[in-house]
Each structure stands twice: as C-alpha cells, then as structure tokens.
C-alpha cells in the first residue's frame, strides 16, 4: 500500500500527529522485505565529533539526554524510562555512539556492541519510538561512521542482523523522508539516506534520487545570503555540517555533489563566520545555542570556502568586531509565524564576547530545562535588550503543527525592522529600530551601538519613541488609561555566569570582572535608574539553569520620546591582550 493514495488529515489537526506515526510504522515494517544488504561497497571517513569526558560518563551510568540525568549504573540503555521526549530522540538517534568512540577503549566498545544489538532486537522490526525520518537519517550515519567499532570481533549472525536492520532503515528512508519537517529534520534524513546509499551493497539506487531531493532542498530552505527561515545559527551550523558531510561522502564515492548543493555551502560558510563570537562560539539566537565544542571550526575547515564574513546582515544579524571584541545584533525580524515555533522576541538584542569570554549574552534556550523556562527564555526581557513591562516586542500566540508536534508560534511581531552601519571616527556604529510595541503603545525602539576601533569601548544610547502623529494618538491614549504614570521601561544587559560583578562608583556604574583578568565597567548617563539583579543562563549539557546577574537601566516614558545613554569599557589599568590561561567549567553530566 502506497502513501502517495491515501487521503492525509490536513495538517496541524488533531489526527496529524497519530497519521504520520502510522505511515511511519507502516513503511517500517514494510522495509522488511527488502532484500538485506551483506556487506559495505565503500564506508565515509568518519567525520562526527564526540566528548571523552561524556563518553565516561556514560561507562560510569550516567544518562544525560535532553537535559535529563538519569543514574543506573550498569544498566542496559532501553532499559530506562525516559523523563521527555527529547530524551528519548537521543537515545534513539544514537549520537551517544561518537562519544563512546571518543573514549575509544575495549570497555566502550563492548558497550556500544552491547546497546546496539539490543537496540536491533527491539527495536529492529520497525516498532518504537525511533522510527522518524529525522531520527532515523542521524542513527544510519552513526552506525555507518562507527561500523568498525560496532562490528568487530563480532559473530557472523550479528554482522548479518546489524546489515539487515540498516537496509530496512534505508529503505525506510527512501520512502518516508518526504515527510520530515522542512528544515534540518529533513536535511538529516537525506544526508542518511545519501550515506546509506553510497555504503551499503545494493542500496545505490538510492544515491542519485537523495542527491537530487537534497539540492532541491538547498535551494528551496537556503536563502541568498546563506541562512534559514527559522533564523537559529545552531541548527544552520547543524545543516551545513550535514552538507559538508554529503559532500565529502560523495567525493570519496566518486561522484560530484549537484551544484545546487555545494553553492548552499559556498553561501553559509561566511554566515556562520558572521554569527561566530570571538570565542569561537555562535551567537544565542532563537532557540540556538553555542554548538557543540569544535563543531563550527570542523565543519568550515572541511568545507574549504574562503570566503569572509558578509559587511552586510547575515541571515538577520549584525556584526561588529575590532580588537579582541565581538558583537551580534538581532537586526531583523523574527522568524516568520509558520516556522517560529524556536523563534524568541529578541530583535535589537546583542550579545559581546571579549577574547575567549562572553560578557554580555540572551538568556538562552530553555527547552531543556521545561516548557515554563522554554516560554521564559523566549520573552523579551530574557534578552539584552529594550523591554517595555510587561510586553515583548514580540508575543507568544496559539499552537501550531510544525511537522511532529504543535508548539507555540510567534504573533505580532515587529513589521518595521531597520538596521545600518555607520563608520566614523568614533568607530563602526548600528543603527537600527523595530516598531514592535507600535500597535501597543505607539513606540518605536531605537538603538545606536558604536564600537571603537581597539574594541575596548562599546557606547550605546537606546531611544523609545512616538514618532508619527497615529503613534502619538496611541501613545497619549496608552497615558490617559494608567492616568499620566507613563510607560515603564528597562534595558537589560544580561551577563554570563562567569563574570563577577559588583555595583561601584556609589552606585552609579557596574564593575565587570573576567575570569581572563580583564575587568570592564558599565556607566550610564543618569537618565535612569541603575540595578544589579538576578538572572539565569539557560545553558545546554546541563541539568538546571545557572545563576547569573543582569544590569537593568530602568526609566518611564512620559513624553513623546526617553533617551538613555550608556557605555561598556575596559577599565584603564586593562591590558590590550592579556593572557587568559583560566580553564574554562565542564558542563555538569
């Protein structure tokens, strides 16, 4: 029985989710019938990058997936409950292989042997979980990178077993990668279905159509300058190294990546440049984290392009960078409604990294942690930026079906977004504005940033404004129902964990220390109240939020326009470079 005849649920009802899950079971189990494949025609060099120090972890029992730690030592993986689903994705996708690999010793090997051929008789016939297009392109292209350490010195009926269950999963995928949500979900089935093709006898077939859906996709999700709808730098990271991978599979196979595909390589290559912070890691943006550790340095080597980052916008963002300091700006507006389900209300916020240390960040992506810190780090005070109480520029509206589930989309959002660069003597300056609390209050939010040309000083001045005369007839009526009390808002600045910082000069600035030694200070103008509170750095690879503090420059709008100025420094006694040799905090697993 084919899909393609079979009347679907319109998407995002009530029936969709039950719909896919079905097909999905469906095809899996008739993937059985394929002919198995015996043996490898050719195996990808082994390009995915593990943690030792998780890989241990893992010998020791120690589960952490999704933000979830789990301790059973000595227990068999499939064995555990999982807390949440994105627990269970990882588990079944395998990723734990690379840091098994990583620690690269007998007793890792013998453990993912162990998993593995439990997994097979469990999970093999196409039951589970597991079954997803995207999951699944993830497991094949671990159990293809590490058939060495998953096959050797095992019997002949579990390389046969391991040899059946991948052709099936191949199969599986060349059937249902259609139905992978838009995005990296469906990049992932593909690279799958590409390595599978290309490795497994029998399978080649596969190879031609994979290549061709997979340069479809590049042209159809990678924008002109290089990004994607969702605008989260993480998961294009994840998409290009995907590319890359494909890429170099085919190379090595013999065949030539379609051009479609190599030019989305050539295109994002200096995006993420664009959105790489000094330290090496990206920029916190809608629903996106750092990246894995040596991901982003890997995947731009293997790619081999050049090219620099864009004096322009990059998938949305600015860039200012001089000396040993980075700045990225939200300069554009979020993601569209029908792909914001990661999407934050984060427009004008930035984030500054001196060296190897962040010092201003977002809150971050919550996810991990639930759905209240997932809704928390989404608002607009989570995000160093303008915030009017109690509004985001952005707002959370109904549920909406992005392909395996229903999430919380984003509703009136900024229309206006504007953002130019300026260089003078001063330095490279922003200068950008967002009308997101327009329809609300008839302000408009406008930020300058300039940046000098040793980077030791960021001057900023933020202006929240009336600036036509419908805005104004909103703004006084927003004045007549709180009875002239004006409009309340903050800036904020929110620091990472690691800096130390106290109120000083009586209270009228904020010293900022590194752990490299150097030592920044916060001044303002003395337009606004100035507070030193608490905040939280929602981190990923940990099991709760960290504790951190935030500087909050609070004023009220009364008139037509608030201005406030302020600056970020280098204290004087600071050295251009100094010699950071502080080790930097394992991640708790």
């Not at 999982?82 to 990723?95: D, K, N, Q, R």
């Not at 990583?102 to 079954?131: C, M, T, Y």
């Not at 399978?203 to 990004?227: K, N, S, W």
Request: glycine share 12%; aromatic share 6%.
């Amino acid at each position: 029985m084919s899909e393609t005849y079979q009347e679907a649920p319109s998407p995002g009802s009530k029936g969709a989710q039950r719909w896919t899950r079905g097909l999905n079971r469906l095809q899996a189990g008739l993937a059985g019938f394929a002919r198995p494949a015996t043996a490898f025609v050719s195996q990808p060099e082994p390009r995915t990058i593990g943690s030792h120090a998780r890989g241990r972890q893992l010998l020791a029992g120690n589960f952490m997936f999704g933000g979830h730690l789990i301790e059973a030592p000595g227990a068999m993986i499939w064995n555990l409950d999982p807390p949440e689903p994105p627990f269970e994705e990882a588990l079944h996708g395998f990723t734990w292989l690379d840091d098994l690999a990583a620690v690269g010793d007998s007793a890792a090997r013998q453990l993912a042997q162990d998993w593995l051929r439990e997994w097979i008789a469990r999970f093999g016939a196409g039951r589970g979980p597991g079954w997803t297009p995207d999951t699944t392109g993830r497991r094949i292209i671990r159990w293809i990178n590490h058939a060495v350490m998953l096959l050797g010195a095992q019997p002949r009926d579990r390389s046969a077993a391991y040899f059946r269950c991948l052709t099936r999963q191949t199969v599986f995928l060349g059937r249902r990668w259609r139905s992978a949500a838009p995005g990296l979900p469906r990049f992932e089935a593909l690279t799958g279905l590409v390595y599978a093709g290309l490795a497994l006898e029998g399978m080649d077939r596969l190879v031609a159509p994979a290549t061709r859906a997979l340069a479809a996709e590049c042209r159809r999700r990678i924008g002109a300058e290089g990004g994607l709808p969702t605008r989260n730098p993480e998961e294009l990271l994840e998409v290009f190294t995907l590319l890359t991978w494909a890429s170099a599979a085919l190379s090595e196979a013999g065949q030539m990546p379609q051009s479609d595909h190599l030019a989305a390589i050539e295109r994002i290559a200096p995006t993420l440049r664009a959105l790489r912070h000094a330290d090496g890691g990206l920029a916190r943006f809608h629903g996106g984290g750092r990246g894995l550790e040596g991901r982003l340095d890997h995947a731009l080597a293997a790619a081999g392009v050049r090219a620099a980052a864009p004096a322009g916008l990059a998938m949305g963002y600015a860039r200012l960078s001089a000396g040993r300091t980075s700045l990225v700006m939200d300069a554009a507006a979020p993601p569209p409604t029908p792909v914001s389900y990661n999407g934050h209300a984060s427009t004008l916020a930035f984030e500054l990294t001196s060296g190897r240390r962040p010092l201003i960040v977002n809150c971050g992506a919550g996810g991990t942690f639930g759905e209240a810190w997932r809704r928390a780090g989404r608002a607009t005070p989570s995000h160093s930026t303008l915030t009017i109480d109690g509004f985001s520029s952005s707002r959370l509206g109904p549920k909406g079906w992005t392909g395996n589930r229903f999430r919380e989309l984003l509703v009136d959002q900024p229309g206006d977004v504007r953002c130019h660069r300026l260089a003078g003597e001063a330095g490279t300056s922003l200068l950008a504005s967002h009308d997101g609390y327009a329809p609300t209050h008839g302000l408009t939010h406008v930020r300058r940033l300039t940046l000098s040309a040793d980077g030791r000083n960021l001057a900023g001045e933020d202006t929240l404004g009336a600036l036509s005369e419908e805005d104004r007839m909103r703004f006084e009526q927003v004045m007549d129902r709180t009875a002239l009390q004006g409009v309340g808002y903050a800036l904020r600045f929110h620091l990472h964990p690691d800096v130390d910082a106290t109120l000083d000069m009586g209270g009228t600035a904020v010293s900022m220390m590194l752990k490299s030694g150097e030592i920044w200070v916060f001044r303002h103008d003395g337009a606004a109240e100035l507070g030193l509170e608490r905040s939280v750095y929602l981190e990923k690879g940990r099991l709760k939020p960290r504790a951190t503090k935030q500087i909050v420059l609070s004023s009220v709008v009364m008139d037509y326009a608030s201005r406030i100025g302020w600056s970020l420094a280098k204290a004087q006694e600071t050295p251009t470079a100094t010699r950071d040799v502080a080790r930097d905090e394992e991640p708790a697993d």
